[in-house]
């Protein structure tokens, strides 16, 4: 894997980052799309709410997710190489905060217990397909960044409702919609 670095000037260097403090109160006016990211391996399921998501290309299909190293899935896929990144409607609420671990006493497998329909996709990860779009990927690459992994994936299957629902969103640290 080669990586190009730009040319920086001794003057860009000597600036220093923003405190993270400062970071988060910026992050908060970046709204973005919920989505659960699920990975499987050895009969184990686990899954993270998340923003960090998005498009790379459409040809070939791929999609980049961000995932911190200390969580559990993050081990579950690495170990099978497989993903889904399930995208949640206005109406799925309760799911976004299942999973990203906001109801007291939800965690590990009892997070896909009595929410949405769950099923094994073509690589074994858990698939919502009730979601807005689930998007089912074999990560093609995976690129440390510091506490998280950036996983390249490519798009081996779609399922979801595929409807015209609102998208359920997260800013200033709270879920909303569009509407």
């Known amino acids: 894997m080669m990586y190009h670095s730009m040319s920086v000037s001794n003057a860009t260097r000597l600036v ?4 993270k403090d400062d970071f988060c109160n910026g992050m908060r006016n970046l ?6 990211i699920a ?3 050895g009969g184990q399921r686990a899954g993270l709410t998340a923003t960090a998501v ?3 290309s459409a040809e070939p299909p791929r999609l980049l997710a961000c ?3 200390d969580v559990y899935a993050h ?3 690495t170990r099978s190489g497989a993903i889904s990144i399930n995208v949640l409607g206005r109406q799925q609420e309760i799911i976004a905060k299942r999973f990203a671990g ?4 939800v965690a590990g497998e009892a997070r896909f217990e009595e929410v949405g329909t769950w099923e094994s996709g073509l690589l074994g990860a858990p698939v919502l397909t009730d979601a807005l779009v689930s998007f089912e990927c074999r990560v093609v690459e995976a690129i440390p960044a510091n506490s998280h992994e950036m996983f390249v994936c490519e798009v081996i299957g779609i399922a979801g409702q595929m409807t015209n629902e609102d998208p359920l969103m997260y800013f200033n640290g709270n879920f909303s919609t569009l509407g």
């Open 54 to 56: 998005c498009s790379i």
């Open 75 to 77: 081990g579950l896929i």
């Open 39 to 41: 990975g499987s391996a």
């Open 102 to 105: 906001m109801v007291e006493g």
């Open 67 to 69: 995932v911190n190293k």
């Open 16 to 19: 220093q980052p923003v405190s």
């Open 31 to 36: 709204a973005g799309a919920c989505v659960v």
